[in-house]
C-alpha cells in the first residue's frame, strides 16, 4: 500500500534537478543532449582543495564530528566573513551542513510556524517555495520585470509586509536571474526591514564569488541589520564542490542554536573529509577561483550575444551567477508542426524535443514568460546549443 504523507504529495520535485535527471535519461537512451539545466560548474574541484581531503582521510577524521562543524572550520568561516563580508561572527554563531539547501531547510524550519509568511522576490530559486511549504509556511512572491533587471523596490516590499509576515529569502547573485543587488540597492531594502526586527532576514550568497561587479555587499554587514540576518554560503559553486555537500551559516546565537538542534536530529554534522577540504577551500585567497570566474564571464558573454541575435528573445545582463534568464513570451500562441507553443513549460519541451537542448521553464523560477540557460558549460557545448536553440525557434510561426 502506497503510505504517502499529505506532506509528500503536496510537494514539487524540484524541476532544475528533474530537467537534468530527464536530459540524463534521454542520452542514455542514445539522443545527443546538450543539458543546460542543472547549475553545476563543469570544472574539477582544484587539486589543493583535494589535497587537504585526502590529507583528512589518512588523519582519520572518520568519526561523528560536532553536529555545527569542526571548530577549526567555524574559525575559517568566521576569518572568510570579516575578510570578504566586513561581518563580525563567533564561531557559535556558525553552523556548518550538509549543502546550503540543508543550511536554508535548518532556517526556515527555525523560524516558520504554520501560517506565517514569507516574502520571496520571483524569480527565485525552485527550492525555496517548497521548503516554506514544507514548514507549513505561506510564500508571498513579489513581482519584478526584465526592464528592473528582475529586482524588488523598497515599496514592493513595504506593500508585501503583513503582521503574519516571518521572513525574507533572496539570492545575490541570483539565481536563476543573475542580478547582483548593490550596497545602495540593499540599504534601501535594509530601510524597509529594520521597521520590522520580527522579519528575518536569508540572504543566499552562494554565488558571491561568480560575481562580474567590482564589489560585493552582504546584508548582514549593516549594523542595523546585524541581529536580523542569517548569511548562507557554501562551497558547491565557488569552488567547483557540489557533490561535496557542504553549505554553512552565519546568525543570530538563537537561530544558530536552533539550526544546530535540528541538525542533530536530522543528519548530524557533515562529512568530516568535506570539512577538511572545507577549510583550505575557504581559507585560501578568493582569487583562486578567478580562473573559473573568467572562463564564465566569457561564456556569458557569448550566450548573451547569440541570444541578442534571436529576433523576439529579451534578455536583461546578469551580473553574476552562472545564469541566462531570457524572457521568451514572444513565442507563446506560435506553432511548428505538431508544436503549439502556449507557455514557457511547452516552449522549454519544444526546444528539449527537436533542438536537443534541456532548458529549465521559468515557471519554477515564479516567472512564467523565461527560460533558465545555464552556461556553466563548455564554450563548444554553448556555440552548438545556441545554434541548435536559435534554428528551432525559427521554425515558429
Ligand atoms: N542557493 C542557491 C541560490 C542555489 O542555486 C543552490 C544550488 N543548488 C543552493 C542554494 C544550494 O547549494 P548546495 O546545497 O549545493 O550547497
Ligand atoms: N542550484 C542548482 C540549480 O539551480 C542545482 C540544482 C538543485 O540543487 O536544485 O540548478
Known amino acids: 500500500m502506497d503510505n504517502t504523507s499529505i506532506r509528500v504529495n503536496k510537494l514539487s520535485e524540484s524541476a532544475t534537478i528533474a530537467m537534468a535527471r530527464k536530459a540524463r535519461e534521454l542520452k542514455s537512451q542514445g539522443e545527443d543532449i546538450i543539458s543546460l539545466s542543472l547549475g553545476e560548474p563543469d570544472f574539477n574541484t582544484p587539486d589543493f582543495i583535494k589535497e587537504a581531503a585526502v590529507e583528512g582521510i589518512h588523519q582519520n577524521y572518520s568519526k561523528y564530528m560536532p553536529v555545527n562543524g569542526y571548530l577549526d572550520l567555524r574559525e575559517s568561516i568566521v576569518d572568510k566573513f570579516k575578510r570578504d563580508n566586513g561581518i563580525q561572527y563567533n564561531v557559535d554563531q556558525i553552523v556548518v551542513s550538509t549543502g546550503a539547501k540543508q543550511s536554508i531547510a535548518n532556517v526556515v ?17 525552485v527550492s525555496y517555495e517548497e521548503i516554506i511549504k514544507m514548514a507549513e509556511g505561506v510564500p508571498v512572491f513579489i513581482e519584478t520585470t526584465i526592464e528592473n533587471d528582475f529586482k524588488i523596490s523598497p515599496s514592493q516590499l513595504e506593500k508585501a509586509v503583513t503582521s503574519k509576515t516571518k521572513m525574507m529569502i533572496y539570492s545575490s547573485p541570483c539565481n536563476p536571474s543573475g542580478s547582483v ?21 536569508l540572504s543566499d550568497e552562494i554565488y558571491e564569488h561568480i560575481n562580474f561587479t567590482n564589489s560585493y555587499f552582504s546584508m548582514a554587514a549593516f549594523d542595523d541589520m546585524y541581529d536580523q540576518v542569517v548569511t548562507v554560503n557554501g562551497v558547491s559553486k565557488s569552488f567547483a564542490m557540489t557533490g561535496w555537500r557542504l553549505g554553512y551559516i ?12 535540528i541538525q542533530g536530529q536530522f543528519t548530524s554534522g557533515t562529512s568530516g573529509i568535506s ?74 519541451m519544444y526546444i528539449l524535443e527537436t533542438a536537443k537542448v534541456a532548458l529549465v521553464t521559468g515557471n519554477a523560477f515564479g516567472s512564467p514568460n523565461c527560460l533558465r540557460i545555464s552556461y556553466a558549460s563548455s564554450l563548444d557545448n554553448l556555440k552548438l546549443a545556441m545554434e541548435r536553440i536559435a534554428s528551432s525557434l525559427n521554425e515558429l510561426k
Open 109 to 125: 524550519l527555525s523560524c516558520v510556524n504554520p501560517g506565517d509568511e514569507v516574502i520571496v522576490p520571483a524569480p527565485y530559486w
Open 181 to 201: 543587488y548593490s550596497k545602495e540597492e540593499l540599504r534601501s531594502l535594509a530601510d524597509v526591514l529594520v521597521q520590522y526586527p520580527n522579519i528575518t532576514v
Open 250 to 261: 552565519g546568525a543570530p546565537n538563537w537561530l544558530a542554536n536552533a539550526c544546530t538542534k
Open 275 to 348: 570539512q577538511r577540504a572545507a577549510i583550505a577551500a575557504i581559507s585560501a585567497n578568493p582569487d583562486v577561483v578567478n580562473e573559473m570566474k573568467s572562463a564564465f564571464l566569457k561564456r556569458r558573454d557569448f550566450v548573451l550575444n547569440a541570444l541578442s541575435n534571436i529576433p523576439g528573445i529579451k534578455i536583461n545582463e546578469p551580473k553574476g551567477a552562472f545564469y541566462v534568464f531570457p524572457d521568451v513570451s514572444f513565442f507563446f500562441n506560435k506553432s511548428f508542426g505538431k508544436y503549439n507553443i502556449q507557455n514557457a513549460d511547452d516552449l522549454t
